[in-house]
């Protein structure tokens, strides 16, 4: 009998693979995901009903736990703004790692007493409890930041970095304190510290950072699911942790590589807090305005359109009107681009899951190296919502909290139209010097209503 549940595991497992196939493309994305939910849906089912010793298998309780967590997640999802969509993976990636955290509390009081001469059990224990700890504080830090309840300034300690490196050796050494010594004040005292841990580790890390903090924090919740898995001998949830362990830190890794950040900084807290560097002082300067007349202008006579999209596109919901635009462009025979920064928006792939929304081929999706390839034939760019990832202080100002950013290097175009609300800096608290560059002229409004208005007017010039 055990054979076929065995079997039933088998096909989940083959189906997340397959799932995670299809997220690597756009055009898969979609039936790669029903896939990895058929196969989640497989595991879950095999794993109610396979036979264990103890007759008492509280189906009522997991049923009905199960069917108030599904409404809840669907209603969730349903409703969420593409806007919101980082604070949603935060909240779901924090409730994994929660009940990793659970899940190794209920063991240790089940072995308590012979919880030292369990050897690896006991380890496996204790290092589920941390990780799923510093997934759960940590990914609700996230969320609140990212949500604008929490900011910076109100978390962020002096020394910080330090702090991180005292909490973390103290966390460790708590941990194996309490494996020798198992009583329910030590593991209370060990939850704390890795609960308190995982919210100083994130509480530094802000700007263009916070993409690769939720995809380390996704990396942990993949880890504790795995440990987790161990403890009860359970292989779907093994093999499914450790996908998403590895797929997260792949994924991390390839950030870090990009933003010129090394990976023992995010662990330690030291990527840069919002507003934690000084920028260019550019008091006293002027901006160049347009209008959208003009905008129009000059994308009509262009030969090659460059749109590099960012956060503010995502809260102006304009990847509508910028649609509109690349393809009235594209049928004048003006060819047009769009220049993706690893880590714009607020998660990983934010930009690639809003221009997706409204049907714009992958294949015009020029990552970094290739948009600023393109940049110095590029007649006309359109920085839409895009701020901190194309600021020039990344490269020429050592006082900067961006300095050492790879950033896409707008300025080199032939002209930039940066659209924004107003002159405010972006999400890292930085001004940005490249407003005031000869070759860039600011838009002023809601970037939705302003491309409206662009495409407007050239339709009136056509």
């Known amino acids: 009998m055990e054979i076929y549940f065995q079997l039933a595991y088998l096909i989940g497992a083959i189906l997340f693979i397959l799932g995670l196939r299809g997220l690597s493309d756009p055009k898969t994305a979609r039936r790669g995901n029903i896939l990895a939910a058929i196969g989640m849906g497989i595991a879950v089912i ?15 309780w997991i049923v009905g736990s199960i069917l108030i967590g599904s409404v809840i997640g669907w209603i969730s999802a349903a ?74 300034k109100h978390v962020v300690l002096p020394q910080h970095q330090i702090i991180n490196i005292v909490l973390m050796v103290g966390t460790f050494a708590m941990l194996i304190y309490t494996f020798f010594n ?42 504790s699911a795995a440990t987790a898995g161990f403890l009860y001998d359970n292989q779907i949830m093994i093999l499914g942790g450790i996908l998403v362990g590895a797929a997260g830190t792949i994924l991390t890794v390839l950030m870090c590589d990009a933003m ?37 202008i000059l994308l009509n006579y262009a030969e090659k359109v460059m749109m590099v999209p960012g956060y503010g596109m995502a809260v102006a919901q304009a990847q509508k009107q910028a649609k509109e635009i690349d393809e009235f462009l594209t049928k004048q025979g003006i060819e047009v681009i769009y220049g993706i920064h690893p880590v714009a928006g607020r998660m990983p792939g934010h930009m690639n899951v809003l221009l997706a929304e409204v049907d714009i081929s992958y294949d015009k999706l020029l990552d970094l ?15 839409v919502g895009a701020n901190d990832v194309v600021n020039p202080s990344a490269e020429d100002d050592k006082s900067s909290s961006l300095y050492g950013m790879p950033v896409i290097k707008v300025w080199d175009a032939r002209q930039t139209i940066v659209f924004k609300r107003s002159m405010n ?21 809601d970037a939705a209503d302003s491309l409206k208005k662009i495409m407007e007017e050239l339709k009136s010039l056509n």
């Open 369 to 383: 190296d290739d948009s600023n390839s393109n940049i110095s034939d590029t007649d006309v760019v359109l920085v």
């Open 182 to 223: 198992p009583t329910s004040l030590n593991i209370g005292l060990s939850l704390a510290l890795s609960l308190i841990y995982g919210w100083s580790f994130v509480a530094p890390i802000g700007g263009a950072d916070m993409p690769v903090v939720i995809s380390l924090l996704n990396s942990i919740t993949g880890i």
């Open 79 to 152: 409703r969420v703004q593409m806007t919101a969509m980082p604070q949603l993976v935060s909240i779901f990636n924090g409730l994994g790692g929660g009940s990793a955290m659970m899940l190794a509390l209920i063991e240790f009081l089940k072995i308590k007493s012979t919880f030292s001469a369990n050897g690896l059990l006991g380890v496996i224990i204790l290092f589920t409890l941390l990780v799923g700890s510093i997934s759960f504080s940590g990914s609700i830090l996230a969320y609140l930041k990212l949500d604008g309840r929490v900011k910076d």
């Open 425 to 445: 800096p972006g999400y890292a608290g930085v001004q940005n010097p490249l407003f005031f560059k000869e070759k860039t002229k600011m838009l002023f409004g």
């Open 260 to 296: 010129n950040r090394s990976l023992l900084n995010v662990i330690i807290g030291g990527f840069t807090a919002t507003g934690g560097g000084a920028a260019t002082d550019d008091s006293g300067k002027t901006v160049t305005s347009v209008n959208p007349m003009d905008a129009a």
């Open 46 to 60: 095999a794993s109610l009903f396979y036979p264990i010793d103890n007759p008492n298998n509280n189906y009522m």
